[in-house]
């Protein structure tokens, strides 16, 4: 079993910078995969960054230069940090894991809003 609690969220002002945390338990060294998804209010959930585990990356065009994804193995921890954010990166941000059976795992979610 795998659990993930997010944090890291908040109010920041369009420019600024914030650091998500996912702090995943059980070992993340048996997962397929990691990634952060948001869903603004009124739209889907999308993916913003996702980490494989050969160490592979993709990124969401509309965030790629600004968001980076890694991770820490000792600390079993998946962050993501965000610069240059935008109004348009308000959103409730969301850690998902894929373990090698390709069970999806989600976190509860932090709302990071940017303000103009």
């Known amino acids: 079993q795998v659990s993930l609690v997010e944090s890291g969220g908040g109010l920041v002002q369009a420019g600024g910078s914030l650091r998500l945390s996912c702090a995943v338990s059980?070992?993340?060294?048996?997962?397929?995969?990691m990634g952060w998804y948001r869903q603004a209010p009124g739209s889907q959930r999308e993916l913003v960054a996702r980490?494989?585990?050969?160490?592979?990356?993709n990124y969401a065009s509309s965030v790629k230069g600004r968001f980076t994804i890694s991770r820490d193995n000792g600390k079993n921890t998946v962050y993501l940090q965000m610069n240059s954010l935008k109004p348009e990166d308000t959103a409730v941000y969301y850690c998902?894991?894929?373990?090698?059976?390709?069970?999806?795992?989600w976190g509860q979610g932090t709302q990071v809003t940017v303000s103009s």
């Open positions: 059980g070992s993340i060294f048996n997962l397929n995969s």
């Open positions: 980490l494989t585990s050969s160490g592979g990356t």
């Open positions: 998902r894991v894929v373990d090698l059976n390709f069970v999806l795992y």
